[in-house]
């Protein structure tokens, strides 16, 4: 990327503690059998954290992208498990 782009990016998070992800994730498990999801069907959703599905946390995405060359990187939205990120090279 040239010097001066932004680079944005919408990821699925990880949460910092153990006691984090519990918590979302069984939120997550709740809001999908609520909206009509199979409780077996939401479980094997949920089952694929850590097998299939391997989000990282904020700060290792903030690193991740200063390693890339983005000199300054925020935050620019986050909910629960999803976080949108910005990245502008100098």
């Known amino acids: 990327m040239k010097k001066g ?3 944005f990016s919408f990821e699925n998070i990880a ?8 918590i979302v ?3 997550w498990q709740n809001y999908q059998i609520a909206n009509g999801k199979d409780p077996a069907e939401a479980d094997a959703h949920i089952r694929r954290y850590g097998t299939e599905y391997f989000p990282i946390t904020v700060n ?4 991740t992208m200063q390693k890339g060359g983005f000199q300054n990187v925020e935050l620019i939205w986050m909910s629960y498990m999803q976080a949108g ?3 502008i090279k100098e």
């Open 15 to 22: 949460p910092n503690s153990e006691k984090g992800k519990q």
């Open 60 to 63: 290792a995405h903030f690193e």
């Open 25 to 27: 994730l069984q939120r």
């Open 85 to 87: 990120f910005m990245g």
């Open 5 to 7: 782009g932004i680079f």
